[in-house]
């Protein structure tokens, strides 16, 4: 070991602290960018690998009923690769501990095990055997939610009939890695699953035998997907096809992908922050250290070491804490990697989802800590090396102050001198102040950032659940029903008001382009079901032509008074131009909603409903759920109390990990900014501190002018963090408007409240760390020597 | 009057028994101070006399309250300095004793009146700090900062900054050791007017033996104990001293 290295570990041992908070610092960026890249990797390499492996299909199309012969006619498509035709009914399920009924999507599958598009992965138990009816496959999320093993069997309305169902294998479709009914935003595992039965069984009991009415395709490599698309369309329609999509339409394949790249630029972006914040403490401390040791720097150069040599001592200060936080970040990101995975695989069923934090990972993570270290490095470095040795032994030029902008405006009579200290040391550097004040802002920004989502989460809840859905008990029959059915609804047990809608699966078109969608039709008096935007407004149904969401216009180009082509994708399927009436800027989804009268003109039907929305009186719950259970005209019932229930559950635990990181990553940032910032102050001007306890001043008095700094710099950087967390925060609404969900831009008083009171805190700990330092100050040492 | 004890007298503002300190480090013990015994009359100017490492500074801190001897026992009046805590130490301090060093120690980023003013803001009956710096000949300099004086002219600023308070005691630890000569003579013309007019008893340890001219007693320290103490039957006024 050379005397530099000797002097190397001596020096950072005593600078301890300091370099314990870089490398904290430091652990948070890699940790991050482990964490977020790991689980970026395996998300993505589990989807693509589950995806070719299990022949996860390419376009898929939903009708009526086609008979077998029309397969192969699909076969025939050029382009069209496979073709998977299915029986996919869904049922009104009663499971075994579960009050509320659930829904039960049907799917059929061989008999006889073969490989086929969307195929199965058995997590549990075996596949359907030949001859037994009542043997099904269950999904694993809606298993595991509802605590369904092999061996239990479930209740499901079949033809109006009660039909006991046994579970003999749990599986997962690439289908339904995120499993989620149709037009819903969050899953709710217990009341919605796939359920698998061969198709020998399924058949029959729908009417459904020698014909399908799902069909899934793969395409040949090459081939054109509109093209298919068209083709296949025209060849669905006479058999009531409701519009062919590709995967981008694809539910599952549209979270999922969606979920990836968010985390591709959380996963850049975050740990950026963090290692930016450890590459200025670096900066500060090491500038710090060779302006103190400044002679020794002349008389290592005097000795005739050569300035890389000297310049390479003082970097390898940077890198030994920068490599420390590795080390420590690198484990830290293992572990909430796994915790992160954790958590995707309740949301995202993969066979396998593995975090793993591979060599390249690590590399990178390495590599980027270590430019960190150089980047923050340089500016010391540079004096260091530049250092003529004559010069380096002559003790730094004393430091200048002025007189501050505000005492030169003749302020200064309000400020007391210890402000005016604390004024002046902070203007004598204003770079280093801002950078201070700005590392300290992000502290603040990360929190709001944290909290800003259960804020955007209880505005949606308050918009989607509370403004324009007010019904206890929405249910949708399994096909539109005559005016009968709107008298009987009224009259079911516990039912206070009902109020029908219609939904009309349809594409609408505008010049080149078009949507599928659900046209909903609700009266234009309707309480239970509003619609209601981004502002809480309620939007009024007009009484002609179509109300979009936003994102739907958005989506298709059109204005309010663009005549758009409606296609009805049911019964006669009557194409229609329709206006544009009016937009609802929505947070969720992408709709399109008429006044039911006028949908029922426009569709020549007779006040036809799909469903209806109900008001129920809650002593009658039970009664009337059992009812529904059994009742085989209704397909779906939606209970919104066990909605938002579900909602909140999922949100709360999703968010809690990512909140608590957030939390903890802050605090690092808050007491490593002050820790560091206030250890070299005190570095700087101890001399001064010490004379002044000479002077009679007490531990508390010199602790305000040490710290007041710190606290000074604390306040300035509170509404930088809000304006900067805000900015972000507007940045996060921009970057999250996907077709499913836009997040609002709302930030509580409380979000505030918090992120002040968290890096309050934090700083004030950190203060406590400083001030008991004061104690140990060695006062007569001081004043033995020159400054 | 010579010989290792001082006298005692009742009217003593600082009453120094058997005073010794003991410095540790690790296995090797220093004594600093050996047994010492002094007291300090009203108003009276003293000089510190002795070899390097004699124990002087030693002496000061400990009559400053930066420093509590290892045994033995300091009054001021009727405080018990050797059984103070750390607060009233400091108190102590505060109140009542101004010291000033060989560098100056102010502070660096307040100007010559703004040092003044930060001990005058916690006294209770200080002196005008614009007055104070007038008297060490500073009026032209109210607003600069200590970077922007020179070396004697920061040590009036500190012996400003040290007699505003009005202290019972100055105590000075080689005010003039990094000054010139004419510089370090007005130096001490300051302290000498100080002791002259608001009758602070006032110690001055020096390795400067003409210096010694020019005080009440002299005291000669040597390895940790009262050599020897000399009363100036005259005392001599700073300008006509010469080294
Ligand atoms: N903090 C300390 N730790 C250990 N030894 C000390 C300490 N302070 C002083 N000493 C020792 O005590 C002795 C007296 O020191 P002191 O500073 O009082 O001497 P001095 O008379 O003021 O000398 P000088 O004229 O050089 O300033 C010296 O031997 C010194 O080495
Ligand atoms: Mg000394």
Redesign the pocket.
Known sequence: MTSLHRKLFRDLWHLRGQMLAVALVVACGIATWVTMRGAWGAIESAQQDYYTRYRFAGIFAQLKRAPDALARQIALIPGVASVQPRVVVEVNLDVPGLADPAVGRVISIPEHRRPMLNDLFLVEGRYVEPGRPEEVLVSAAFAAANQLGVGKTIGAVINGRWEKLKIVGIALSPEYVYEIRGAEVFPDNRRFGVLWMSREALGPMFNMEGAFNDVSLALAPGASQAGVIERLDTLLAPYGGLGAYDREEQISHRFTSDEIAQDRVTGIFVPAIFLGIAAFLIHIVLSRLIATQRNYIGLLKAFGYSDASVGLHYLEFALVAVLAGTALGIPLGIWLGRGLAGIYQDFFRFPELRFSAGPRILLWAVGISAAAACLGALGGLRSAISLPPAEAMRPESPPRFRRGLAEQFGLERLVSLSGRMILRNLERRPWKAILSALGMACAVAILIIGFYFYDAIDYIVQVEFQTAQRDDVTITFNEPRGTQARHDVGHLVGVLRAEPFRTVPARLRFGPRSRRIGITGLSPDAELRRVVDRQLQVIPIPPDGLLLSSKLAAILGVAPGDAVTVEVLEGSRPVRRVLVAGLADQLIGISAYMDIHGLNRLLREEGSISGANLAVDSAATPALYSLLKQTPSVSGVQVREAMLESFRQTIARSLSMSTMALVAFACVIAGAMVYNGARIALSERGHELASLRVLGFTQGEIAVMLLGEQAFLMLVSLPLGFALGYVICYALTIAMQTELYRMPLVLTPKTYVIAFSVVALASVFTGILIFRRLRRMDL??VL?TRE | MKGARAQTSPEAVFHVHEVT?V???GDVE????RGVTLDLLPGEFVVLL????????????ILGGLDVPTSGEVYYRDHNLTAAAAEELTRYRREHVGFVFQFYNLIPSLTALENTQLVTDISENPLDAEECLRLVGLAERLHHFPAQLSGGEQQRVAIARAVVKRPEVLLC??PTGALDYMTGKLVLEILERVNRELRTITVV?T?NAAIAAMADRVIH?SS?TIASITRNEKKVSPDQISW
């Not at chain 2, 220093?30 to 101070?33: F, Q, Y």
Request: proline share 3%; hydrophobic share 30%.
């Open positions: 007569i040492g033995k | 300190k410095y540790r480090m220093v004594h600093a101070l002795g070899p390097s490492g004699s124990g002087k500074s030693t002496l000061l801190n630890d080689e340890i390795h320290i940790g």
